[in-house]
């Protein structure tokens, strides 16, 4: 069954069915779910999911493009909380230069997220967009490879896919593979070895094909699935299976954590 690595339920794109929807998902072939905070709100909001769905487990993070308004009191709730049943990972956390220019101000969040993680040896889900180089600094500066994680919506060259597979991370694919103009990411794709693959919708967003434009939903990781089979010479189970499996590891759900 696929396990939805980076999910954003808590959004109010889903407040009109989002618990149908939700009840529906194991029985439609979607086994797990890690639905990821981006705000003190969202946070919150993802701790409630994980209560109601025994198959919904969180992490907690403040998004890069919502560091602004942080204070110390959201730092020690996040400290706090992130020790709360079926938290699986700090995130997401990271830097996206595209929309803001607050550099020094989101390293510090960052890294200081980073720090939370490891105090509680947790891997680490990191956004990154425009500033390539910036994140891989920063991970290698705090030596994340001691935590693990996944660089989610990957979209750099393969060379970048590179250092931070090397950096023992994996890489989260999603509905971007399918677009047409998205021939980097199919590169990568074809260039990585499947142990370090991670299945996402980061829905309500990133709907692959055919179905772009609407709302994104784990119930079109099939779509994903398959591009990724055609371009990795497999077939869509086997590739259910790995990344799956990756997940699990990761995120020690069925493993040693949470068994």
Known sequence: MIFDTHAHYDDEAFDEDREKLLERMQNRGVEYIVNVGSNIASCKSTIGLTRRFPYVYGALGIHPNDISDLTEEDYAWLEKSIYKPKIVAVGEIGLDYHWNENKEQQIVAFERQIEIAREAEMPIIIHSRDAAQDTYEVMKAHKV??????????????????KFMDMGFYLGIGGVVTFKNSRKLQEVVEYMPMDKMLLETDCPYMTP????????????????????????????????????ENAKDLYRIGRKRFD
């Open 145 to 162: 490879e001691e935590l693990g994680g996944v660089v989610h919506c990957f979209s750099y060259a393969k060379e970048m896919a590179e």
């Open 209 to 244: 094909e055919p179905n772009r434009g609407k709302r994104n939903d784990s119930f079109n990781l099939p779509y994903v699935v398959n591009k990724i089979a055609e371009i990795k010479n497999l077939t869509p189970a086997e590739v259910i299976h790995i990344t799956s």
